[in-house]
């Protein structure tokens, strides 16, 4: 069974900066691809990087080039976003999700459970 | 990277069959057939229910098909239940390894 276990979300201050984790089982993780997907209070998904399986190929969205950086490890099957110079608008639960293959391009195919980020003073 | 256009809300009655419809543009949903749609309950984590345009997951309702016509995918539920009453959102690989979603479509089951 596929599972996907988000965690370090929590409460930090503008500027400051989090750690997510994406715990993974249930598959061979370095044969697929991974998103992470945000989702601001009452606001729809927006795609915020990728990452292929051989951690080649990474990729983000404006607002958070620069400051967010995706990375996997596939002997520990865990996904990362570290996030630096956290801003209000950052706040939001965020999904990983598994793609369908191995290549950024393919679809997202399954969800974890998401993680609460708050920035707040 | 601008977002797919969807209807805000559509609704149907029980039984009933619905569309939502989902478009963007050459450099995604027309280029590309890595289209998905994806149900989310308030307070929950998204479902695909759909992926590459017309795939179905194991495990999905066969209620539930994705078609494509141009720069426009489409999300049709067949025979509305009750439990389909949710958000869908669709989403598209854009090129350079980004990808854009819809802002969502609520469905109300009347």
């Known amino acids: 069974e596929v599972q996907l276990l988000e965690s370090g979300g929590g409460l930090v201050q503008p500027g400051g900066s989090l750690r997510l984790s994406c715990a993974a089982s249930g598959f061979t993780f370095s044969n697929y691809a991974f998103i992470w997907v945000r989702q601001a209070p009452g606001k729809g998904l927006e795609w915020v990087s990728s990452i292929s399986g051989s951690s080649d190929n990474t990729y983000y969205t404006n607002s958070v080039k620069g400051r967010f950086t995706i990375s996997r490890d596939n002997f520990m099957n865990t996904l990362y976003l570290q996030m630096n110079n956290l801003k209000d608008e950052d706040t939001a639960v965020y999904y990983c999700a598994k793609c369908a293959g191995i290549f950024t391009s393919r679809d997202p195919h399954y969800w974890g459970q998401g993680a609460l980020v708050i920035v707040s003073s | 990277q601008s977002a797919l256009t969807q209807p805000a809300s559509v609704s149907g009655s029980s039984g009933q069959s619905i569309t939502i419809s989902c478009t963007g543009t050459s450099n995604d949903i027309g280029y590309y057939n890595y289209v998905s749609w994806h149900q989310q309950y308030p307070g929950k984590a998204p479902k695909v229910m759909i992926y590459e345009v017309s795939n179905r997951p194991s495990g999905v309702s066969n209620r539930f098909s994705g078609s494509k016509s141009g720069n426009t995918a489409s999300l049709t539920i067949s025979g509305l239940q009750s439990e389909d009453e949710a958000y869908y959102y669709c989403?598209?690989?854009?090129?350079?390894?980004?990808?854009?979603f819809g802002g969502g479509t609520r469905l109300t089951v009347l």
């Open positions: 989403t598209s690989y854009a090129g350079s390894g980004t990808r854009v």
